[in-house]
């Protein structure tokens, strides 16, 4: 069983940034593609970034929304999500997310949430003054 732990959430001031990190406890991203989607409240859960396997190329992909504002990045094994510019529509609960090792994407990391089997509880970011 994949247990994915996100952390990193907090509150932070219109402008700001945060970084958010995704980890798996005894074992390593790497083989995994892995998303970030996020649920406003009252709103469904989207996905807003995804990276592909390391083996694949490692390449993102950025939802226009937080193109240019967010980074997704992969480090020792572990996702990270760095936030900046930040503003009040991007208050929700963000979760990491990750597909199975065996599974190749034609077309790349899936931006949809059903192309990833392991989700993590999700932290909270709250932007506001």
């Known amino acids: 069983q994949v247990q994915l732990v996100e952390s990193g959430g907090g509150l932070v001031q219109p402008g700001g940034s945060l970084k958010l990190s995704c980890s798996v406890s005894?074992?390593?991203?790497?083989?995994?593609?892995i998303s970030w989607s996020r649920q406003a409240p009252g709103k469904e859960r989207e996905v807003i970034l995804c990276?592909?396997?390391?083996?694949?190329?490692?390449h993102p992909w950025y939802k226009s929304s937080v193109k240019g504002r967010f980074t997704v990045s992969r480090d020792n094994g572990q996702i990270y999500l760095q936030m900046n510019d930040l503003t009040p529509d991007d208050t929700a609960i963000y979760y990491c997310?990750?597909?199975?090792?065996?599974?190749?994407?034609?077309?790349?990391?899936?931006?949809?949430?059903?192309?990833?089997?392991?989700w993590g509880r999700g932290t909270q970011v709250t932007v506001s003054s």
């Open positions: 997310a990750a597909d199975n090792p065996e599974t190749y994407h034609v077309n790349g990391c899936p931006t949809y949430g059903s192309g990833y089997h392991y």
């Open positions: 990276i592909d396997k390391v083996r694949d190329g490692g």
């Open positions: 005894g074992s390593t991203l790497d083989a995994r593609a």
